[in-house]
């Protein structure tokens, strides 16, 4: 099927081109070739409220007050504003990473973490020339962030994550592919932990069926996403001793080394666990497979998003499943849906699946989930994460993914309105047994922007 480009830079601003906002970032209908059988390749849900297209995007976090979205751009990180979600708008870019760096600058940024004020920014991802290392950045003033830490490491580093002082990595360069802890203010590695210090036997599988794909740390606790070696919880309340908690998920190191074809093996559910978060009070644990159909038996396809009560750590409970959006091909190249990165947050979780759009579950019960908000263009956007931001949220558009041909950018979207039951019995203030009490959009001053973008949108709808 071909797929069509469909956010036209307009303009361009230090490389990264912009789109106009509100109605003209808004899709634009089917410019030729035939759409696949199966779902729509048209939106559902509410329209975007503005889109940033951009050269390359992968992850985007957001500031702890909302108004900035950082985002991985391959050879570096762009600051993006969001305080009118109608009209995101670049306003830095921070690119020659380590470039003082006998090697060159980072390349193939694809992750990075934010904690208060201190960004970090990692890579490379996959193997590459250049640097391998971590940058820290003081971002109190976004408009002028302040490089405070560099360091090179002798690992690619696919995910990272961040407690403000020490950076947690994926170090699958290395034997073992470890977890590896680095004081950023001393730019020493300080702790390691690998499957191989749970069980030898881990030794006997292939390595390839068992990379530390994630690592998200909250609370002196690390989760770990071990891919077919499944998701594990560490204390690393010292982060020179971390030490197990429990296993999650997974199979055992015996089953794995019987696998007559890893290649099919990593690549198909029911392993892959690739991306791990929990909620705010880490009662909550949401991990991501990531899966394909790669030899048309029908046994492969697209993965979902598993929830994990985790009240007791040491005894993780499976709870419910986010199943993945449909596709007519499951195949590398073809219409993925599976479960990308997400966020569990304020009772909702922000996910991203690739061809399969974005979505929005109320996951308040977490036995009940309930889908509150999708959109999907499968021919034109395909979302490596969604972020909650103030008064919207954000979803980053990638064109990684083979046989994609998208326009990569930030999407801004309404958040959705949850409605919170009101008590049986319970009179409204006229009197009447109130049905449900709506809980509003996801931050303050978000009012005049939803008008905004309603009125640009039946504009652009009266014109197609």
């Not at 951009?54 to 992850?59: C, G, L, Q």
Request: aromatic share 6%; charged share 20%.
């Amino acid at each position: 099927m071909r797929r069509r480009t469909v956010l036209r830079r307009l303009g361009a601003g230090a490389g990264i081109g912009l789109t106009a906002g509100r109605a003209g970032a808004h899709p634009t209908p089917t410019d030729g070739g035939t759409a696949a059988p199966g779902p729509a390749s048209m939106p559902t849900g509410d329209d975007p409220l503005g889109v940033l297209a951009m050269d390359a995007v992968y992850e985007v976090v957001t500031s702890p007050d909302g108004h900035t979205a950082y985002v991985a751009t391959g050879d570096g990180v762009a600051f993006v504003d969001l305080v009118t979600p109608t009209n995101p708008r670049l306003i830095g870019l921070e690119r020659d990473l380590l470039a003082d760096s006998a090697d060159g600058p980072i390349q193939r940024v694809q992750d990075l973490a934010v904690s208060g004020t201190r960004l970090l920014v990692a890579g490379p991802a996959h193997p590459a020339d250049g640097a391998r290392g971590l940058i820290v950045f003081d971002v109190a003033d976004r408009r002028d962030p302040e490089r405070i830490a560099g360091v090179e490491l002798d690992t690619r580093i696919h995910n990272c994550d961040f407690d403000g002082r020490y950076a947690y990595l994926t170090a699958n360069s290395r034997d073992g592919n470890p977890l590896s802890i680095v004081d950023t203010e001393t730019g020493r590695e300080v702790g390691t932990w690998s499957l191989l210090d749970a069980d030898d036997a881990w030794d006997d599988v292939p390595s390839g069926l068992w990379p530390l794909h994630d690592v998200w740390v909250q609370d002196g606790r690390a989760y770990l996403a071990y891919w077919d070696g499944g998701t594990w919880i560490l204390d690393v309340s010292d982060p020179a001793a971390p030490s197990v908690v429990s296993k999650v998920r997974g199979r055992s190191p015996a089953e794995l080394a019987a696998i007559d074809d890893p290649g099919v093996e990593r690549s198909e559910p029911p392993g892959n666990d690739h991306f791990v978060t929990v909620d705010d009070d880490a009662s909550l644990l949401g991990v991501g497979g990531e899966s394909w159909e790669i030899d048309d038996d029908g046994t492969g396809g697209p993965s979902g998003i598993e929830l994990y009560d985790i009240t007791d750590p040491t005894a993780p409970e499976p709870v419910a499943t986010l199943d993945p959006p449909a596709t007519s091909d499951p195949s590398p190249g073809g219409i993925l849906t599976t479960a990308h990165n997400f966020e569990l947050t304020a009772g909702r979780c922000y996910s991203a699946w690739y061809n399969g759009g974005v979505r929005v579950h109320d996951v308040r019960d977490p036995a009940a989930p309930d889908l509150v908000f999708e959109w999907r263009d499968s021919e034109a956007a395909s979302f490596w994460t969604a972020r909650r931001a103030d008064g919207c949220f954000v979803a980053a558009c990638t064109d990684a993914n083979g046989g994609t041909e998208v326009q990569p950018g930030v999407y801004a979207f309404p958040d959705p309105r949850i409605r919170t039951p009101t008590p049986t019995g319970a009179a409204s203030p006229s009197g009447a047994e109130a049905k449900g009490t709506a809980l509003g959009v996801g931050g303050p001053g978000f009012g005049i922007g939803t008008a905004l973008a309603a009125v640009a949108l039946a504009a652009w709808r009266a014109r197609r």
